[in-house]
Nanobody
Framework: QVQLVESGGGLVQAGGSLRLSCAASGLTFRNYYMGWFRQAPGKEREFVAAISWGGRSTYYADPVKGRFTISRDNAKNTVYLQMNSLKPEDTAVYYC????????????????WGQGTQVTVSS
């Protein structure tokens, strides 16, 4: 079956960096747009970043532009999210997803999700 497994979350001070990874199995990875979403306590899950099949195109939510970078390695079936200049408002559970349809910033476009990894940014 399809599995997406996130890792790399943790506790970091404001201004610090983290790199999240999401390892995929059970699907033809290169056929899917991959995305990162996040969900803070009491809030809805929101789009963070997405990347096209071959990695040529990337997309970011406005709050993370210039600070976060999404990338993928199709040989390793893995997508990454490099997060720099972290802020307390970035605190959330981060989820990766695999989108089999268009609309990279819409939850409904994603067929598969990981279990999430907690990112906590202290002030």
């Amino acid at each position: 079956q399809v599995q997406l497994v996130e890792s790399g979350g943790g506790l970091v001070q404001a201004g610090g960096s983290l790199r999240l990874s999401c390892a995929a199995s059970g699907l033809t990875f290169r056929n899917y747009y991959m995305g990162w979403f996040r969900q803070a306590p009491g809030k809805e899950r929101e789009f963070v970043a997405a990347i096209s099949w071959g990695g040529r195109s990337t997309y970011y939510a406005d709050p993370v532009k210039g600070r976060f970078t999404i990338s993928r390695d199709n040989a390793k079936n893995t997508v990454y999210l490099q997060m720099n200049s972290l802020k307390p408002e970035d605190t959330a559970v981060y989820y990766c997803g695999a989108a089999g349809s268009s609309g990279y910033d819409r939850l409904t476009s994603y067929n598969f999700w990981g279990q999430g990894t907690q990112v906590t940014v202290s002030s």
